[in-house]
């Protein structure tokens, strides 16, 4: 395998942990401002960062990489708002994109053709994470009253779980 390669997919599975750790820290903070719906989509999110992150270390190991984690970089813990942490969501999942097509182009350029499929899998679901975060982003600032950010907080998990 490609050094360089190998180098950008085990950033990229330490960038995946930081992810689960910053939703993580997302629900927390959901769940202390009793959001208890949003915490409950933040801890989902956690989980599957943690799982992409073990899917880019699993590969590395099928490919002979012995994967090495870095420390992981302490998340954002306050917000002001559902809006604030919703636009933080945002700018993680579009930080995450650049990461994985970096990769992807980096995979192109060395020709390293068993990594590609794995990445373009990542490339298309990457989509998927920033639309939902957009819709969170829309839903969240015409929430801005109690009784509103009350009412989305019990339906965020099936609003954004819903097939368009």
Known sequence: ???????????????????????????????????PGFAE????????EQEHADKFLEFLLERGERPILS????????????????????KL?????????ACYELALETKDYASQ???LEFISEQVEEEAWADTMISLTKRAEC?????NLDRHIVKILSEPE
Do not use: R
Not at 17 to 33: N, T, V
Not at 75 to 90: G, N, T
Not at 146 to 150: E, I, K, M, N, Y
């Open 41 to 48: 989509f933040f801890s989902s999110q956690a989980e599957e």
């Open 71 to 90: 420390s992981i970089e302490v998340p954002k813990p306050d917000f002001s708002s559902l809006s604030e942490i919703a636009e933080y969501a945002l």
């Open 146 to 150: 109690p009784g509103a950010s009350l």
């Open 117 to 119: 499929p794995l990445l």
């Open 1 to 35: 395998m490609n050094s360089k390669v190998s180098t950008a997919l085990l950033e990229q599975a330490n960038h995946e942990l930081f992810a689960a750790h910053s939703y993580k820290a997302m629900a927390l903070w959901c769940s202390f401002k009793d959001y």
């Open 93 to 101: 999942e579009k930080i995450n994109s650049q990461k994985i097509e």
